[in-house]
């Protein structure tokens, strides 16, 4: 069975610039979840995903948004880049029997110069 | 939703046996209790999650007192490999998973 799977691996942007991130989660599971894990921190929740519709956010300003696809994979849009959105983004599904546990992908680490 | 405190940082020999304590007083009635493993540039991965009382699996055994207001990850016999940050987690009825700072585990030949 395949893993939750993010793209790109790598992604380097200007500050002012939007990256866009994407996230394929395991066949069956209809939740996704992106969180933000800056250098040596934790993660911070971003946003979750279930049924196509977002069921909620984090403390993050609007310009980080998204979308979940009808085949369940999702989108994560940061606009106006700022330096401090350097970090690595983790991307969860989980399916609708166990919702204690998430499957995390590789994660896309996005650096803002 | 529940906040949970663990602590920082904690060290450990290999063949050490390992707990981990993680305080959620505020805890709800349908609150489960769920604890991650990452490893440096990867996503965490589930370990064991309990309601109460104890949970043991082929990784861990996880502690719940009756009043539930804490839980302690136990590690048998550890190894290098096992050094990593461990997360603890309550997560509510609607499924808003929200990880705290964790435990750095170091484990030292």
């Known amino acids: 069975e395949a893993g939750v799977t993010q793209s790109p691996t790598h992604l380097i942007k200007t500050r002012g610039q939007q990256a866009t991130l994407r996230c394929s989660p395991i066949s069956g599971h209809t939740s996704v979840y992106w969180y933000q894990q800056a250098l040596g921190l934790g993660l911070q929740f971003l946003l979750w995903y279930d049924e196509g519709e977002e069921r909620n956010r984090g403390n993050f300003p609007p310009r980080f948004s998204g979308r979940q696809f009808p085949n369940y994979s999702s989108e994560l849009n940061v606009n106006a880049l700022e330096l401090e959105d350097s970090a690595l983004y983790l991307c969860a599904s989980r399916d609708f029997i166990n919702y204690n546990e998430q499957f995390f992908g590789p994660g896309t680490r996005l650096t803002v110069l | 939703l529940a906040k949970t405190t663990q602590p920082i940082s904690m060290d450990s020999y290999e063949g050490q046996e390992v707990n981990i304590t993680c305080s959620h007083n505020?805890?709800?009635?349908?609150?489960?209790i769920t604890w991650y493993q990452q490893f440096p540039s990867q996503g965490p991965r589930f370990i064991i999650q309990g309601y109460k009382t104890k949970v043991t699996n082929e990784v861990a055994s996880l502690f719940i007192p009756a009043d539930r207001k804490s839980s302690t990850l136990s590690l048998p016999r550890v190894s290098l490999s096992d050094t990593a940050v461990y997360y603890c987690l309550v997560v509510p009825n609607n499924n808003d998973m929200r990880f705290g700072a964790g435990t750095r585990l170091t484990v030292k030949p």
């Open positions: 505020n805890i709800a009635t349908n609150d489960y």
